[in-house]
């Protein structure tokens, strides 16, 4: 009886207080994951040869966000697909969905296992020719690609605990496993409690050790707590059908995700083109900025389970508070993370022992791509809106324009000028505003349209 209540309280309980309720667990998750990146990052910063070593991460980085959109995608359609299934009553297919994903979570790690293997130093030799940074970036990421069933397992297994309304289950799990990293850390990096000194190899080996805690726990949160759904072999059988269905909706999601890998991968060469300083910088922004998007990411994650369970259910009125409050929290949160970001750009990066021109160009990155935030909320709630009601399609357009379309022409464009005097490195930061800005125009108009042939016509 228990377990239905907390099935149900997406169908009864005020939405303002069930975005918080579902909400704030995979806010603090998202954020959690954004904070032991940073961590890794300022262990990195002050081993010897810290800055060769940050710019080692950050060319090895797409790849890493490369295996989380994958998962996270495939997660996210499972997730609509069954809380879909849990609003119509449909169990039978709720477990064939929830086995399904977990069949495509070892598809998905055999291919970055070969990756591992044999395409990592061709994909960073693409980045620099620096034979140091070369060095460093293909041991990190060899290791994280070969372990990767960690993070591909717990990808799938939040989404998993998210769509039958046990989120809390999630963040316990995905806090474990950053406070595992970040204690794994100092000890395999610097070589401490007699083991020996690992460098960029124990960063790695802290990352995916953390990785397989939250995975475990995920797991057994599952099979402990999760009830309504059956599990067994039988519903791991691969489904045509129901495979075709999970990525009908997480295709776009996975796409919007790995665009967010094409982007840096795009940026770090075009930044590459100005200074070795200017690609350093970028990579430390960005899991700074993370630590805000993740935010607004975790409450995307909310969004898109109530509303679907309640367009399922056809309940016009649930549907439209999921979206109209969804937006406002985002809103809320982008702003906060915008006063702290310009606030706090100096010391931020003194974290990280950063000094003359890459603190510089640093700084100026935080002030001026943080403006973008008042747009990037607005647009990461209209991809979760748009996946919930059917709007794959919309949901692909909104990342194609702001991580690809709008970015990359316009950053090679601008950094062409930085080229010649990088005091007008500025500009480059600029591309975010304008991209973000022009596609959040573009999310109203698609809105609209979505709100007249997927609401519009529920009775009230």
């Not at 149900?8 to 975005?19: Q, S, W």
């Not at 060769?52 to 359609?77: E, K, R, S």
């Not at 022992?353 to 709630?381: D, K, P, W, Y």
């Amino acid at each position: 009886m228990n377990e239905e209540r907390s099935v149900n309280k997406m169908a009864v309980m005020p939405v303002k207080k069930l975005l918080v309720n579902m909400g704030l667990p995979i806010i603090l998750s998202m954020m959690m994951q954004a904070a032991y990146n940073i961590v890794d990052s300022i262990f990195v910063a002050n081993m010897d040869g810290g800055e060769a070593a940050l710019n080692a991460l950050t060319l090895a980085f797409p790849i890493q966000m490369l295996m989380v959109a994958i998962a996270i995608g495939t997660g996210v359609g499972m997730n609509a697909l069954l809380s879909k299934s849990l609003g119509q009553g449909d169990i039978e297919k709720a477990s064939k969905v929830a086995g399904n994903a977990f069949f495509l979570g070892f598809v998905i790690y055999a291919c970055f296992l070969l990756f591992g293997i044999f395409g990592v130093r061709a994909f960073v030799t693409s980045q620099t020719s620096n034979p140091q940074i070369i060095d460093m970036a293909v041991r990190y990421l060899r290791i994280c690609c070969i372990m990767s069933m960690g993070i591909t397992c717990f990808n799938i297994m939040e989404k998993l605990l998210q769509s039958t309304g046990r989120s809390n289950y999630s963040t316990i799990a995905q806090i474990s496993g950053a406070a595992t990293n970040i204690i794994l850390d100092p000890i395999l990096i610097y070589g401490l409690l007699g083991l020996p000194e690992m460098g960029v190899d124990g960063a790695a080996w802290a990352t995916v050790i953390g990785q397989l805690v939250s995975a475990g726990l995920g797991l057994f949160f599952h099979f402990a707590k999760v009830k309504e759904i059956k599990n067994g072999f039988s519903y791991m059988k691969p489904s045509g059908s129901i495979i075709k269905g999970i990525y009908a909706i997480g295709l776009p999601a996975i796409i919007a995700q790995a665009l967010m890998s094409v982007m840096t991968y795009g940026l770090n060469i075009i930044l590459g083109s100005i200074s070795e300083n200017a690609v350093t910088a970028y990579g430390l922004y960005y899991k700074i900025q993370q630590f805000i998007l993740f935010a607004a990411f975790g409450l995307r994650d909310a969004i898109t389970p109530i509303i679907s369970f309640n367009h399922g259910m056809r309940n016009k009125r649930r549907v439209k508070d999921g979206i109209k409050y969804g937006m406002i929290d985002t809103l809320i949160i982008m702003v906060i993370g915008l006063l702290l970001l310009e606030i706090l750009a100096k010391p931020f990066t003194g974290i990280f022992g950063l000094s003359g021109e890459t603190q510089q160009i640093c700084i100026s990155a935080m002030r001026v791509i943080s403006v973008s935030f008042l747009f990037a909320g607005a647009n990461v709630a209209f991809q979760g809106i748009f996946q919930a009601l059917n709007g794959g399609l919309e949901s692909l357009i909104i990342s194609v324009c702001r991580q690809f379309l709008l970015v990359l022409p316009v950053a090679w464009g601008f950094a062409q000028i930085a080229k010649h005097d990088h005091g007008m490195i500025w500009l480059v930061w600029s591309t975010f505003i304008i991209a973000e800005g022009l596609t959040a125009l573009i999310a109203c108009f698609l809105m609209k349209r979505i709100g007249k042939n997927q609401i519009d016509v529920m009775e009230d």
